[in-house]
């Protein structure tokens, strides 16, 4: 079969990885420039030269065997290490959160900074709309998004899986990225759940990280949510006070600063489900059918390319 799959993130991915094996082909079709999703990783230029900040998942977890078997893989090829700083299952990408994604989406047909915008059916044939661009036909579709995305693209085939999209809410997250002039030796690597930080991580001390002073600190949602509409900015200088706090220390100023704002950081959970409709050839995938963790959204996609494949 031909098959196109909207988003490129691990659970497109994972779903697209089973396909090919199968000797189906695959295009994926993503809004983003480049690989990431969940793990991305963000490059900007700073006083210091270019400086890469793990901007969005701080690590990912690997406990199933068949995500621990695939991330093994990513070990021995350099792509992934362990990082028990923040838990006995915690790995990261390497050199930076987003490098096994851009290995994977190297080996596939992806169509990057194509942001899809409606999905049509002519008798059997799937079209996939990009602006006034029509791509197709596929005989196949599946939907890898977050659920917010999801729903209006699945609302006209298939009104169950819309409703499903539907019921999950994602919570917000503002992630800040810093760079300082020199080491914050009283702070360790790794800080969890204090005040509206829910992870505050010296980014410098990754593994295959470059030489630097880099952290990045990312608010909880309800604090996400209350400062949903400040400036970058303003959003910076507070939690780098409240990284301060969590020290009990006062913060030098930094050398560089900016935060992201995350829209659909956190699905607010359901249990796993398996989205596949058979007879329109229309599935499903994501973080947000298996409660929002990396691991569980390759889980997702990779389950449903084994229900495709049949």
């Not at 089973?18 to 480049?34: C, E, N, Q, Y």
């Not at 005040?195 to 604090?223: C, F, H, L, M």
Request: charged fraction near 20%.
């Amino acid at each position: 079969m031909q098959i196109a799959i909207v988003g490129a993130g691990i659970a497109g991915l994972a779903c697209a990885e089973w396909l090919r094996d199968a000797h189906h082909s695959t295009t994926l079709f993503d809004k983003a420039r480049g690989a990431g999703g969940r793990m991305s990783t963000r490059r900007t230029t700073t006083p210091r030269g270019d400086i890469a900040f793990d901007h969005g998942a701080t690590h990912f977890t690997a406990r199933s065997r068949e995500f621990r078997s695939l991330v093994d893989q990513w070990h021995m090829q350099g792509l992934a290490a362990p990082w028990p700083v923040a838990g006995a299952h915690a790995w990261v990408g390497t050199p930076s959160m987003n490098a096994p994604l851009k290995a994977q989406a190297d080996t596939h047909d992806v169509r990057w900074s194509s942001p899809v915008t409606a999905l049509t059916r002519d008798g059997p044939n799937w079209w996939v709309h990009i602006e006034a661009e029509r791509h197709g036909p596929y005989d196949a579709i599946v939907v890898a998004i977050p659920s917010e995305q999801a729903a209006p693209l699945l609302s006209l085939h298939d009104f169950d899986m819309a409703r499903a999209a539907m019921s999950v809410r994602s919570h917000p997250s503002w992630t800040a990225m810093y760079l300082f002039a020199k080491p914050i030796e009283i702070f360790p690597d790794f800080i969890r759940g204090v005040g509206p930080i829910t992870y505050a991580v010296r980014n410098s001390a990754k593994p295959a990280r470059a030489p630097g002073e880099t952290w990045v600190v990312q608010a909880d949602w309800a604090w996400s949510e209350k400062h949903l509409t400040r400036d970058p900015a303003l959003v910076c200088d507070l939690l780098l006070s409240a990284l301060g706090e969590a020290g009990g220390t006062a913060m030098p100023e930094p050398l560089h600063a900016d935060a992201h704002r995350w829209l659909f950081s956190q699905p607010s959970g359901r249990d796993p489900a398996l989205l596949w409709n058979r007879d329109i050839r229309l599935g499903a995938c994501g973080d947000w059918l298996s409660h929002g963790f990396v691991e569980y959204a390759w889980q997702s996609g990779n389950a449903l390319g084994q229900a495709i494949v049949g």
